[in-house]
């Protein structure tokens, strides 16, 4: 191998692109060993930007008016030219950098607006070759720490330490979302599950294995990159070195929905606004993942692989997609990245899963007020535990009456499923009547 790398950048109207771009290569031991392909979504097709800072244009070798050829300090740089009202979102922009890519020996995923450690490339190669030796195809990714730009003011702040990504919630689409949490062993890295899209680097073959699907807007990106890697037989690992830091604020930069706006659409701008691009998006991503079944969509090769299953990767995140149901581990504070055991069976398995958002409640009938004609109605409400309130239910007493289970119907049996996903965790249910003459009758309390 030659160690070369193609280094895939979407850049959205970002001011930190060119900053990016010479950090890696004045950090980089063999810039001559790097091809950088940069999805380059801006107002005006000015190249006058990139030779200002020393590139130099080349041929491309392209027919395409809009893809541009430039060497830059040993390094070359592709930069395919996007109208903002052209854009269709990251997972489209990753596509589009990918197109150029050419055999080359490692393939880094990174966004625009990032920092590199000295000699990075050797560095993270080295990394990968050792990991390699006990782990097959391994990914090195994560969420980098953070860093802020210099500004006239202030000098420019790098972060300390990384992470593993974890589990978070389920968005109002049913998409599973990620968090992290701080690797504290810093003498060794830890297995996960699912891929950053902001920083991935494997060998250069994964951009053919599992290329960035142009039909996904931004959100899911990384489920669904993540089910597609493990499938086809890729293992996700965190380091515990930092190789990339990564601006995370940018509350100052332009983003594509404040351009794929209403206004947009309106004035025939664009050809559809991002949330359109966006539901799409989300349809496939629950269509990959078994949420949903449908005859109207065809993931082609964006699909999943044929070396290990979905139930598998399931079983390694702790999560049936399909009904949003998570392993018990997945709602504590340091919950885990990953599962390696394998279960008995998936009946097994399935039985100790746990809902966030459904329960099946019993309550006795002994446990309770008289249900007499006093009783205006019942509140049925969900609480964390440190008693939040989640969500609550006003029930009738013949509404109540529906519920009556057990051989002689000594109890009611609730079936609860929260309508709002929230972040926040129920723990506990509470039953109590109202009654018309004197208020609020005695509450029943149960664990969630």
């Excluded at 380059?40 to 800072?53: G, Y």
């Amino acid at each position: 191998m030659n160690n070369t790398i193609f280094v895939s950048i979407a850049s959205y109207r970002d001011p930190e692109l060119l900053p990016t771009i010479k950090n890696m290569i004045s950090h980089a031991e063999n810039p001559d060993k790097i091809v950088i392909s940069i999805c380059w979504q801006a107002e005006d097709k000015d190249i006058s930007v990139f030779t200002d800072i020393g590139a130099v244009e080349i041929e491309s070798g392209s027919d395409d008016a809009d893809i541009f050829c430039l060497s830059y300090h040993g390094a070359i740089l592709y930069i395919h030219y996007v109208h903002i009202y052209d854009a269709r979102g990251a997972c489209w922009a990753r596509y589009c950098a990918e197109l150029v890519f050419n055999h080359e020996d490692y393939f880094l995923q990174i966004d625009s607006h990032c920092r590199f450690i000295r000699n990075w490339d050797s560095e993270i190669i080295n990394y990968y070759l050792k990991l390699s030796e006990t782990i097959e195809n391994p990914v090195i990714t994560g969420y980098p720490p953070s860093y802020t730009p210099k500004t006239e003011d202030k000098e420019e702040v790098l972060g300390e330490g990384t992470c593993r990504i974890v589990f978070n919630e389920f968005n109002d689409t049913d998409i599973p979302s990620f968090r992290p949490i701080a690797i504290t062993n810093a003498n060794t890295y830890e297995r996960g599950s699912y891929i950053a899209g902001g920083f991935a680097f494997s060998v250069g073959k994964f951009t053919v294995d599992v290329p960035n699907d142009p039909n996904l807007f931004f959100l899911g990106e990384e489920i669904s990159m993540s089910a597609r890697a493990f499938t086809r037989g890729y293992n996700i690992i965190y380091p515990e070195k930092i190789f990339v830091w990564h601006y995370y604020s940018r509350k100052e930069c332009n983003k594509i929905w404040g351009d794929l706006n209403q206004e947009s659409v309106d004035k025939k701008l664009v050809k559809k606004g991002w949330w359109e691009w966006d539901n799409a998006s989300k349809q496939r991503v629950r269509y990959l993942l078994g949420i949903e079944v449908s005859d109207d969509i065809d993931l082609g090769k964006y699909c999943l692989g044929n070396v290990r299953t979905l139930e598998q990767f399931e079983y390694l995140t702790g999560i049936h997609f399909r009904e949003q149901l998570i392993v018990p581990e997945l709602t504590k504070d340091q919950r885990p990245s990953m599962f390696s055991d394998i279960p008995e069976s998936r009946e097994a398995w399935l039985a100790g899963l746990y809902s966030p958002f459904r329960q099946s409640i019993t309550i006795q009938k002994s446990e309770l007020a008289t249900n007499d004609d006093n009783i205006d109605y019942w509140s049925l409400g969900v609480f964390t535990e440190d008693n939040q309130l989640i969500a609550m239910q006003r029930l009738t007493t013949e509404e109540l009456a529906e519920q009556e289970s057990g051989d002689n119907n000594e109890s009611y049996k609730l079936e609860i499923k929260l309508k709002d996903k929230s972040h926040l965790i129920p723990k506990k249910l509470r039953l109590a009547p109202f009654f018309t003459d004197f208020g609020w009758g005695e509450t029943v309390e149960k664990v969630w």
